[in-house]
């Protein structure tokens, strides 16, 4: 999930844009996504208090969108990336206290499971494309995911 | 209560949901496609999910993603905007079952309603007027003059089995009705292979008129006027004012407690939208919208209510923030659909758009979610703002219409803006002259002009 | 009857008045400096007219110039702005002498209302309350106390010779009168070579609040209620709202009366401000303004009249579009003024903008003569746009205010908006728990609290 | 006189400042002010009518911007320009009927009149700057200029 202050991102989206003009879009808007949203979330936070609450609902900013970490540089563009097929939670291990279905070095065959996405009670095995060495790690265990965040990088 | 309100839908009525929830200390969750990842409403969410890739079908209509967006972020309400999953009483069901709220009315509801069939039937019921019709068949000229007399002429005789205009026929006055009923019947024999025939009153130059209402669970319901939706291509409506200038204060009165009569009848819970055809002062239900409309804008503008407001209060179980006595007309208001369309061929011109500035100023309003740089995606339909003009009364609107569209620049992608300049300048719109039918009319003449030059 | 307008001004205000010659079919005519050959106003008015280099006294100051491009564009009016030449005399004397509309009051009145000492003694005469003094000299402590106990205390003793608050003494009570008395007129003695002094009444935490009027030339002078305008820098307002929390309607409909009462016995012509210090419940009259101000569009919002539209109606000789008893006051309105300065030092800050994206939605309106692109040139007043919102309480206007502040994207020049998120946190703020001082303490607090960290 | 349609005028704006990144603005910015202002004029005449006129009071196109002739590329930028220092009316002869001070081809003295400038009922002598020889005449005979505006160019 991305988490993003209102102007910043407006005035961040037209920099992107306005600079596309110059060739730099796709990888921009790609790490952008990912990396920029996270960067300021804690900000966020900070500025979604200026109202004190008289009201009765109060706003309660997502705590797990600042606490999830500073992915790498750009994964997305890394062609051993593998992404979320889905919404939803991203389970590292067949459950809870079991060992981890895959660690960074671990050698992985086509078809073996990676980790599993809970939707709506469903578990859902996400398996490697292909055979190939675990490099990197991008989610942790019970993070929520969207649709095409990058779990994992298999070389 | 409600505390953090995912909001199902993109582009200018995400922004106008998240603005709302903004206002009242609600936190946001936008859901996008991979074709909106660097959307407005995305950013300015509290959060924001994405569903799936560019196609609605795997992403803005995708409901087990969007329940799994509810519970990965803890969403407890879901508004559905306009469009996509709005009408959809499965995915209201899904989420009852989910424990999560349904912003809008219930199930039950949006699925009567979704019936034209028994939409009408319900309507005839709660005391709506509908087309005046036979009941069934009718058997000779001497029943159709019968039926055709209670109803008044025109009438149109149509095919029972019919369909695409063929074995219809209207009967201007009583004397065309005897030829009508046997062409008509011939017809439909000849091309159906049977030859029942009944009879509808026939609208020559209607007016589409609708009535808003808010409802809350308390048994309140309140309307807030009408809008006249008239000018549409396609059935689409292209620009919405109120009030119309067809209605007094007497008929918008008597037409509102019909309807609130109805509302209140049906227990129903929300905003709506009861949909007329309109003409020498009768009313002919059309259909209701069980959901927030494009067009609502215009009945803020005049009411200086937020209906977005009042549906998550209603949402949220509490009294509508207003009675019916509370409801002051003032002022007219007008709202143009500024869609990414060629202003002449209506061809949709996604792309990016270069240059974006609105105009602002004394009575403009603008529910926009473009920007400079935002891209506007093939995959959607082609609204990208809305201009909402309010003025103390119709030709101060038009004038105030006419400069904020001289200030609108849109660069990168067609608009429609150039559209409304014509309008502006066209007498009959300026007298408010037209019918349901006159937009179409209007848009040929000036094809013609044009292919003549 | 007036064709055309020139507008004697630039940037956001030269803007507002050209939309209002639009939206009245009215010619427009802008002037600029070779600074502003590309501004907004420039742009958008129907002709435009150089009238020199860069520095005021050259270009928007020089009054042959813009008597010579009436001449060239054959203008029939001048409408001055606020600033500039819109409380200059002599220029609407030199209007009258080449037959040229000013859209505004007298010379006369202008020239009463500029000169402070013949304001106050007009303002007297004419029933406003005043900040209450003693008839000149006050003799001995016996005489003191008889005049502090007429006006109530606290009181100051002034030496009559005084200035930069020397020989200056405030007497709390009665119990510090003698000794105060004493004092200042020993120090007036020892710093004038004067030891004359006199009482005025000392006004410890009072707030600016403002009353809108419009006259007419048929007699008739309405109010449109008060602003507060107590959030000030340095004597600039920094934030208006209204209604100021401290009126309820009898108080505002008593110095109503006695302004508008005011206004007849004048014969004030056009729009104007009474600007008024306020505490515990009374009046004090500071100075009246003979223009059109910068926060006009707060009472705007809450009156839903078009105060430049009634400026042009009076200046043709009609009567006002409305009457005293038509004025409901609806809502709560709040305008930020959004200068081209650093936020915490407000330092100024030209150069060209980049990014311009303004907020929109329901209850917001933009004034603002900026776009992305444009120049903030070095040489006029640092104000590039107001942010003005509208809702049907305080507290939801400030919530629609937030949001709408997080809406808004400028980039490539500072701006104070960062100055109002701040503000909209702070619990004195969100309270109206505050007076003419309360803004400068709240910044100095600000910028200690950052020292510190 | 500029006269311009409205957002034709911001979009050439922001266009305009826009390329100025790319380095042009000086030229595109002077050059853009007389060209393009002149060229749409009649453009804006039409627009100006999208509304019928059922108020009291009729906008009035101000006929003389549209009639004014088109300028050449960028006079501004001519080192030999004479520009107008007030607000007026160029008048080209001292008096109706009487020969032109100047015309195209003339050789002119410093300090020599060129044109005359009515402003507030005053007749300003416009002089030549320095000897030379004009080689273009951008005002027409009664024609209002602003200030700064090129009058004619001496080389």
């Not at chain 2, 969007?66 to 407890?76: Q, Y």
């Not at chain 2, 029942?196 to 007016?207: F, N, Q, S």
């Not at chain 2, 549906?311 to 949220?316: H, P």
């Not at chain 2, 609107?397 to 849109?410: H, K, Q």
Request: glycine share 8%.
């Amino acid at each position: 999930m991305t988490k993003l202050p209102d102007s910043k991102r407006i005035k961040e989206l037209a920099d992107l844009l306005d600079k596309s003009s110059l060739t730099e879009i796709e990888v921009e808007a790609e790490g952008m996504r990912i990396r920029v949203a996270r960067q300021v979330a804690s900000q966020m936070v900070t500025s979604q208090q200026t109202i004190a609450q008289p009201a009765p609902i109060t706003p309660t900013p997502a705590p797990e969108a600042a606490a999830a970490p500073v992915a790498a540089a750009n994964p997305a563009s890394n062609a051993g990336a593998v992404k979320s097929p889905m919404v939803g939670t991203a389970y590292l291990a067949p459950e809870p206290g079991a060992k981890d279905f895959v660690s960074i070095g671990s050698t992985v065959k086509q078809g073996q499971t990676l980790l599993i996405i809970e939707a709506m009670k469903t578990m859902n095995p996400i398996t490697a494309p292909r055979d190939g060495k675990v490099t990197e790690i991008i989610v942790t265990n019970e993070q929520p995911v969207e649709f095409d965040e990058v779990l994992l990088i298999i070389e | 209560m409600i505390s953090k309100i995912l909001i199902a839908n993109r582009g200018e009525i995400a922004l106008r949901v998240i603005r709302a929830c903004r206002e009242m200390g609600i936190a946001s969750v936008a859901v996008h496609s991979t074709a909106d990842n660097h959307a407005m409403h995305v950013g300015l969410a509290d959060e924001s999910v994405c569903l799936g890739p560019a196609p609605a079908a795997n992403s803005y209509l995708n409901i087990p993603a969007i329940i799994a967006a509810c519970e990965i972020t803890g969403a407890d309400a879901v508004h559905p905007g306009y469009g996509f999953l709005s009408e959809n009483a499965k995915f209201a069901d899904i989420l009852e079952a989910h424990g999560i709220t349904f912003i809008g009315p219930t199930a039950d509801h949006i699925r009567l309603m979704g019936d034209k069939i028994a939409a009408k039937a319900k309507a005839i019921e709660l005391g709506i007027p509908v087309v005046p019709g036979s009941d069934g068949e009718v058997k000779d000229v001497a029943d159709a003059l019968k039926v055709g007399r209670e109803m008044g002429f025109p009438v149109l005789v149509k095919a029972a089995s019919g369909g695409g205009g063929r074995g219809m026929k209207i009967a201007k006055t009583e004397d065309d009705l005897a030829e009508a009923f046997t062409t008509a019947r011939s017809e439909a024999k000849a091309a159906f292979g049977d030859d029942a025939v009944y009879i509808e009153k026939y609208l020559e130059k209607p007016r589409h008129i609708e009535i808003q209402v808010a409802c809350d669970t308390h048994g309140n319901a309140v309307h807030l006027g009408e809008r006249d939706c008239s000018l549409q291509r396609r059935h689409q409506k292209v620009l919405e004012e109120a009030p119309s200038t067809v209605l007094d204060d007497a008929a918008r009165a008597k037409i509102g407690k019909i309807v609130t009569n109805a509302m209140e009848g049906m227990s129903y819970r929300g905003v709506g939208t009861i949909e007329f055809l309109y003409e020498k002062g009768e009313f002919y239900f059309i259909e209701m919208n069980t959901r927030l409309q494009v067009e609502h804008p215009v009945t803020e503008a005049i009411t200086g209510i937020d209906l977005v407001r009042e549906q998550i209060r209603v949402a949220n179980g509490e009294v509508l923030s207003f009675t019916q006595d509370d409801i002051v007309l003032s002022g007219h208001a007008m709202e143009c659909r500024i869609n990414a369309e060629h202003p002449e061929t209506f061809v949709p011109s996604p792309g990016k758009i270069q240059t974006y500035h609105a105009p602002g100023g004394l009575g403009v309003r603008i529910d926009s979610a473009a920007f400079a740089g935002c891209a506007i995606p093939p995959y959607y339909d082609s609204l990208i703002g809305k201009l909402i003009v309010h003025a103390a009364d119709r030709e101060t609107c038009m004038r105030r219409l006419d400069r904020a569209l001289r200030e609108f620049a849109i660069d990168g992608v067609e608009t429609t803006l150039p559209l409304f300049h014509r309008l502006l300048a066209n007498e009959d719109f300026q007298k408010a002259d037209y019918d349901i039918h006159w937009l179409e009319g209007f848009l040929q003449s000036e094809a013609e002009k044009k292919t003549v030059d």
